[in-house]
T-cell receptor
């Protein structure tokens, strides 16, 4: 498995502002994933971040709203831009351990937009 | 039709009983299947993975896979109150041009309540 940390663990933000969420892994991984979990809902994949290339976004998610950086094999950031109350969710990063199909999740960032 | 379907529950079982959680999926190309446990306010925790037809046992947990029926299940024996959580079923989908990596498609989850 992998040990994954996220910062911040939670935040309360005003509408129209942006928040950058950091995800750090204790080992080198090729693929990192960003998910959103809205209250009472399951996980929805936002994008896949492969080191050295542009992130790949799922249908319904766009780079202008959710820019992602992946500067090296242990770190990634997700920015939630121009936030509205509908962006209030838990944001989770996960990694696929190289050579396995299993994904492991970070502790999540609980975002509330007022 | 949803890609991964689960009964949302709640599934209520008495302590010591067997809890049976079910999941169906639509993509016959799926090869990898996972069960995650998510406690309220926590992130999902991988508890079982299964890749071939049949049963896979790990402690009190047994995962069962039937690719012909596109069905995967999780049995929890001797259920404990600490097993009360939401159980998420996930199946893989290959990422194109990624060199063999996959994304996961999650079901809505089944809430399990184990009562003393």
């Amino acid at each position: 498995s992998a040990v994954i940390s996220q910062k911040p663990s939670r935040d309360i933000c005003q509408r129209g502002t942006s928040l950058t969420i950091q995800c750090q892994v204790d080992s080198q991984v090729t693929m990192m994933f960003w998910y959103r979990q809205q209250p009472g809902q399951s996980l929805t994949l936002i994008a896949t971040a492969n080191q050295g290339s542009e992130a790949t976004y799922e249908s319904g998610f766009v780079i202008d709203k959710f820019p992602i950086s992946r500067p090296n094999l242990t770190f990634s950031t997700l920015t939630v831009s121009n936030m509205s109350p509908e962006d209030s969710s838990i944001y989770l990063c996960s990694v696929e351990v190289t050579g396995l199909t299993e994904q492991y999740f970070g502790p999540g960032t609980r975002l509330t937009v007022t | 039709q949803k890609e991964v379907e689960q009964n949302s529950g709640p599934l209520s079982v008495p302590e010591g009983a067997i809890a049976s959680l079910n999941c169906t999926y639509s993509d016959r190309g799926s090869q990898s299947f996972f069960w995650y446990r998510q406690y309220s306010g926590k992130s999902p925790e991988l508890i079982m993975s299964i890749y071939s037809n049949g049963d896979k046992e790990d402690g009190r947990f047994t995962a069962q896979l039937n690719k012909a029926s596109q069905y995967v299940s999780l049995l929890i024996r001797d259920s404990q109150p600490s097993d009360s959580a939401t159980y998420l079923c996930a199946v893989n989908r290959a990422l194109p041009f990624s060199g063999g990596y996959n994304k996961l498609i999650f079901g809505a989850g089944t809430r399990l309540a184990v009562h003393p």
